[in-house]
């Protein structure tokens, strides 16, 4: 992997990246809370192949990012329904975390994905997201099967992301990543709970009509929200890069 664009390092440009130096590329501020979004688009702007899964456009050195980004975070933060689409599992650890993040399933109708529900031995807790307006029975059912403690809800009719992630580092979970999909990434930037996106572009051209990476309402609308370049890489003609969102 080699860098494009490193403003800490302007003489950068063109040095290979070492493993750990990759590690630490993606390394999270060490104190306060943060919030990163890891996101991957088409060339052509479609966060999912043809089979609707982000899965599909991955390319291995996303996949290797992806993981460092897995292992620095506290949390991660997905939607009910992209656990259901993606097959999420709780988090497993690894060499370089062996204390796994808890995966957080944001979800409006309290429903718990199956992913949350049947933990494998060794991986990280689970927590559920909701809000008010899932109703007591939705409520109890996923407290039955979670516990009391990691069902939080957060807003009423709606889920409130800004309060959920004040209780998430309430826990002392404060390096969250959210991962998605386009709806809940829109959601927490208009919230103004995004402080970083991790985009990577594969070289792919796939067409038809699929969802570009943000999704919901027009941010900010007209001028959007601005977002800073911080690091940019590239392998085998994927790009990736880390964008500071500007509050």
Same mark, same amino acid.
Not at 195 to 203: F, L, N, Q, R, S
């Given at each position: 992997?080699? /860098?494009?664009?490193?403003?800490?390092?302007?003489?950068?440009?063109?040095?290979?990246?070492?493993?750990?130096?990759?590690?630490?590329?993606?390394?999270? &501020?060490?104190?306060?809370?943060?919030?990163?979004?890891?996101?991957?688009?088409? !060339?052509?702007?479609?966060?999912?192949?043809?089979?609707?899964?982000?899965?599909?456009?991955?390319?291995?050195?996303?996949?290797?990012?992806?993981?460092?980004?897995?292992?620095?975070?506290?949390?991660?933060?997905?939607?009910?329904?992209?656990?259901?689409? @993606?097959?999420?599992?709780?988090?497993?650890?690894?060499?370089?975390?062996?204390? &796994?993040?808890?995966?957080?399933? !944001?979800?409006?109708?309290?429903?718990?994905?199956?992913?949350?529900?049947?933990?494998?031995?060794?991986?990280?807790?689970?927590?559920?997201?909701?809000?008010?307006?899932?109703?007591?029975?939705?409520?109890? $059912?996923?407290?039955?099967?979670?516990?009391? @403690?990691?069902?939080?809800?957060?807003?009423?009719?709606?889920?409130?992301?800004?309060?959920?992630?004040?209780?998430?580092?309430?826990?002392?979970? $404060?390096?969250?990543?959210?991962?998605?999909?386009?709806?809940?990434?829109?959601?927490?930037?208009?919230?103004?709970?995004?402080?970083?996106?991790?985009?990577? /572009?594969?070289?792919?051209?796939?067409?038809?009509?699929?969802?570009?990476? !943000?999704?919901?309402?027009?941010?900010?609308?007209? @001028?959007? !929200?601005?977002?800073?370049? $911080?690091?940019?890489?590239? @392998?085998?003609?994927?790009?990736?890069?880390?964008? $500071? /969102?500007?509050?």
């Amino acid at each position: 992997m080699r /860098i494009l664009l490193d403003p800490r390092r302007p003489a950068s440009p063109g040095a290979t990246v070492s493993a750990t130096e990759l590690v630490d590329l993606y390394a999270p &501020p060490p104190r306060g809370r943060w919030v990163r979004a890891n996101m991957v688009s088409t !060339v052509d702007g479609s966060a999912t192949g043809a089979d609707g899964r982000s899965g599909s456009v991955n390319t291995r050195a996303d996949h290797r990012v992806f993981g460092i980004l897995r292992d620095h975070a506290d949390a991660v933060l997905a939607g009910a329904g992209t656990m259901r689409n @993606e097959g999420y599992r709780r988090v497993a650890p690894t060499r370089r975390s062996p204390v &796994p993040a808890t995966l957080v399933a !944001v979800t409006r109708s309290g429903r718990v994905p199956e992913g949350l529900r049947t933990p494998a031995e060794g991986r990280g807790p689970g927590v559920l997201v909701t809000c008010a307006a899932a109703g007591e029975q939705a409520l109890a $059912r996923a407290r039955s099967v979670l516990g009391e @403690e990691s069902v939080l809800v957060c807003g009423d009719d709606e889920v409130d992301l800004a309060a959920a992630v004040d209780r998430l580092a309430e826990r002392g979970l $404060r390096h969250v990543l959210v991962e998605g999909g386009p709806s809940l990434l829109g959601s927490a930037l208009a919230a103004g709970v995004v402080d970083e996106m991790a985009v990577t /572009i594969a070289p792919l051209v796939v067409g038809g009509d699929g969802p570009r990476i !943000v999704g919901g309402a027009p941010l900010a609308a007209p @001028e959007g !929200v601005t977002a800073t370049p $911080r690091l940019l890489l590239t @392998e085998a003609g994927t790009l990736l890069g880390l964008w $500071r /969102i500007e509050h």
